[in-house]
């Protein structure tokens, strides 16, 4: 006869669940308002420094705002150009794979298949395990997709090693070479 979940059908004579006690209020953290939840999001308030101080006394700045488009816009080609450079470098290993392995292929017959079809094993196995190495050996943060870790540092937590030439490095030649090596990962 123990506490159910509102709307499911009980033989018997129906009862509320009780209210379970309020716990203790912790040491530092004030005690709960009735009616009010106890999870509540983050309070996105507006920056509170000296620099958006004075621009707010002084009506805000055109050069400012200039500056944040063009500071855009340079990240914007960064990033792009990255992704274009990740691109190029997959079609080229792909052609030079393919390449390979028609090689092979051309004009064989009976065992000769089987030394084309090892040497595409072979090649995704060699492509895999340096796409590993660039992780281990490379930049560990590079590991994962990294949206965790970007959420976490636009959100104003300290993550180290997250945003480095290093990470960047590891991730793009990580990522060519295991899409490259055919395992099932994006290149986003």
Request: one cysteine or more.
């Amino acid at each position: 006869q123990g506490r159910f979940a509102p709307g499911m059908l009980r033989k018997g004579p129906h009862k509320t669940p009780e209210t379970p006690p309020a716990p203790p209020p912790s040491a530092g953290l004030p005690a709960p308002v009735p009616g009010e939840s106890i999870c509540e999001g983050l309070d996105f308030d507006e920056a509170n420094n000296l620099v958006e101080e004075r621009r707010e006394a002084e009506g805000g700045s055109v050069g400012d705002d200039a500056l944040h488009v063009g500071v855009t816009l340079i990240i914007a080609a960064a990033t792009a150009s990255v992704a274009s450079a990740i691109q190029a470098a997959i079609v080229a290993l792909f052609d030079a794979k393919l390449e390979t392995v028609l090689h092979l292929v051309d004009g064989a017959h009976g065992s000769a298949l089987g030394w084309a079809f090892g040497a595409l094993l072979g090649m995704n196995l060699a492509l895999v395990l340096g796409a590993a190495s660039c992780v281990i050996f490379g930049e560990q943060r590079a590991k994962g997709s990294g949206v965790p870790e970007i959420k976490a540092y636009l959100n104003g937590r300290r993550v180290p090693k997250v945003i480095s030439w290093r990470t960047l490095l590891s991730k793009a030649v990580g990522v060519v070479l295991a899409v490259c090596g055919n395992l099932l990962v994006g290149k986003e």
